[in-house]
């Protein structure tokens, strides 16, 4: 996948205080990727799985399945979802971990979109390293490119 253009908004205001990791919190954060498309949720799955334990899905009942299920702190949803269950996911991510971040991913960047706090915007296509550092992989730890 290549280019990409992430804009983040700022969520601290809404954020509660209990979003911390508390005593005994593993540290290997957990992924749910919801894209409809089977090669970007297996691109996806093989690429982050060596930093995080990713779950990958293009259907709702099964994203909402692995959030009553996992602690999920990420989740990466694609904006061709239906608009409905795209709001009723993220809501339900919500309802189960405050602090979830979320990420849309978005094939038309000119579409005009509502501007939802908490939401981190990705502009499809997009370098899978540059997902990975805007999880928190650090640079060195990423694969290399061989000339």
């Not at 915007?121 to 290399?144: C, D, I, N, S, W």
């Amino acid at each position: 996948m290549r280019g990409g253009l992430a804009v983040k908004h700022d969520s601290s205001a809404r954020k509660p205080t209990h979003c911390n990791p508390g005593p005994g919190r593993v540290a290997r954060r957990q992924i749910l990727a919801v894209e409809p498309d089977p090669l970007t949720q297996w691109s996806l799955k093989m690429y982050l799985s060596k930093w995080f334990d990713v779950y990958a899905t293009g259907s709702i009942v099964d994203a909402q399945h692995v959030l009553e299920n996992h602690a999920v702190d990420v989740l990466i949803v694609s904006e061709e979802l239906p608009p409905t269950a795209l709001a009723s996911l993220e809501t339900h991510a919500h309802n189960f971990n405050a602090c979830v971040e979320v990420i849309r991913t978005v094939a038309d960047p000119s579409k005009p979109r509502k501007c939802i706090p908490h939401v981190t915007y990705l502009e499809k296509p997009f370098e899978l390293a540059h997902l990975a550092q805007m999880l928190g992989v650090p640079p060195e730890q990423l694969p290399r490119d061989e000339p």
